[in-house]
């Protein structure tokens, strides 16, 4: 890994799996950290354990459906450091269910926080990237189920389509508005995380939980789907190897599963002789 003695890195979910990884490695090349999470006692510990290294640390606990929330910790992240030079759009979160029956709440979290809070990060760090007037890069977080439309999950599968596309446009954006600011996409398959565990903090006021869809045979399916396949995934720290290793290449595309290559150019190959979807083996 590079130095980075000289540079600030802002993540989003820092507190859990992917997130915090990427925090531990730019720690350990020198980084200075700005954290965001909702979730308030893993990001304490996680800034404990890397201050007891003397790494400096800010961190803010708040959710990135906020748009005010993120801009105030942009401007902190700025007040505190001067700069920022990579910013991880990171925090995201699942459901499951068959679209005809999944509670209309569903989407509205995971797009408000898989699309929307991506879009706050942006729109509150991308100015004053291009202000800086140094090279940075934006790093969001879509899925390998951004290029791949699995059966399980549609909120989710819609919401990385859109994080995906939105990152490529924001590239563009940047490459048209002449900005030293890059952007990068990290599309992972099955990485051995906590996102399983994500509605532990969804806001209440975001669903009802008596919903009886909640305790149908197909939700708890579709949710054991999730959860067992957990722990064949890919372990944090390979992954975040890789997520590493190709930012630093430059790799706008970052992929961490190569074995789903083919199901990639299988479905542009679908895409254009006009055939219906196929389910992608696991
Ligand atoms: N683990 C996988 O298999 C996998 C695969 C593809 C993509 N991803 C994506 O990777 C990203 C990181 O997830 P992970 O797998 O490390 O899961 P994780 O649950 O271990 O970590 C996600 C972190 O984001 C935080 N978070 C969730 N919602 C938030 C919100 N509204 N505001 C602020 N923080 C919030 C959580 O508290 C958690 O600390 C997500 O965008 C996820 O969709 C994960």
Same mark, same amino acid.
């Given at each position: 890994?590079q130095?980075?003695?000289?540079k600030?890195?802002?993540?989003?979910?820092?507190?859990?799996?992917?997130?915090?990884?990427?925090?531990?490695?730019? /720690?350990?090349?020198? $980084?200075? @950290?700005? #954290?965001?999470? =909702?979730?308030?006692?893993? %990001?304490?510990?996680?800034?404990?354990e890397?201050?007891?290294?003397?790494?400096?640390?800010?961190?803010s606990?708040?959710?990135?459906?906020?748009?005010?929330?993120?801009?105030?910790?942009?401007?902190?992240?700025?007040?505190t450091?001067?700069?920022?030079?990579?910013f991880?759009?990171?925090?995201g979160?699942?459901?499951?269910?068959?679209?005809?029956?999944?509670?209309?709440?569903?989407?509205?979290?995971?797009?408000?926080?898989?699309?929307?809070?991506?879009?706050?990060?942006i729109?509150?760090?991308?100015?004053?990237?291009?202000?800086?007037?140094?090279?940075?890069?934006?790093?969001?977080?879509?899925?390998i189920?951004?290029?791949?439309?699995?059966e399980?999950?549609p909120?989710?599968? /819609?919401?990385?389509? $859109?994080? @995906?596309? #939105?990152?490529? =446009?924001?590239?563009?954006? %940047?490459?048209?508005?002449?900005?030293?600011?890059?952007?990068?996409?990290?599309?992972?398959?099955?990485?051995?995380?906590?996102?399983?565990?994500?509605?532990?903090?969804?806001?209440?006021?975001?669903?009802?939980?008596?919903?009886?869809?909640?305790?149908?045979?197909d939700y708890?399916?579709?949710?054991?789907?999730?959860?067992?396949?957990?722990?064949?995934?890919?372990?944090?720290?390979?992954?975040?190897?890789?997520?590493?290793?190709?930012?630093?290449?430059?790799?706008?595309?970052?992929?961490?599963?190569p074995?789903?290559?083919?199901?990639?150019?299988?479905?542009?190959?679908?895409?254009?002789?006009?055939?219906?979807?196929?389910?992608?083996?696991?």
């Amino acid at each position: 890994m590079q130095d980075y003695s000289t540079k600030v890195v802002a993540i989003t979910g820092a507190a859990n799996g992917l997130g915090k990884e990427i925090a531990r490695r730019f /720690a350990c090349a020198g $980084a200075r @950290l700005a #954290l965001v999470d =909702v979730d308030a006692d893993n %990001l304490a510990e996680l800034r404990t354990e890397l201050e007891a290294k003397g790494v400096d640390v800010i961190d803010s606990v708040f959710d990135v459906r906020s748009a005010a929330a993120m801009e105030e910790f942009a401007r902190q992240a700025y007040a505190t450091y001067g700069h920022v030079d990579l910013f991880f759009n990171n925090a995201g979160v699942i459901t499951v269910g068959t679209m005809w029956e999944q509670p209309l709440a569903d989407w509205d979290w995971l797009l408000d926080v898989n699309v929307k809070g991506m879009l706050h990060g942006i729109k509150a760090f991308v100015p004053r990237m291009i202000a800086q007037d140094t090279e940075c890069r934006i790093i969001d977080t879509a899925s390998i189920a951004g290029l791949l439309t699995v059966e399980n999950a549609p909120a989710y599968v /819609a919401s990385k389509f $859109a994080a @995906l596309s #939105l990152t490529e =446009v924001l590239d563009l954006q %940047l490459q048209a508005a002449g900005a030293k600011v890059t952007a990068h996409v990290i599309c992972p398959a099955v990485v051995q995380t906590d996102l399983d565990n994500c509605l532990r903090h969804r806001d209440p006021s975001t669903y009802d939980a008596d919903d009886p869809y909640y305790r149908t045979e197909d939700y708890i399916r579709r949710f054991e789907v999730v959860t067992k396949s957990m722990p064949a995934g890919l372990p944090v720290d390979a992954a975040v190897d890789i997520i590493i290793s190709e930012l630093e290449k430059g790799t706008f595309y970052i992929l961490t599963h190569p074995r789903y290559n083919p199901a990639i150019t299988g479905r542009t190959a679908a895409i254009v002789a006009g055939t219906h979807p196929t389910i992608v083996a696991r």
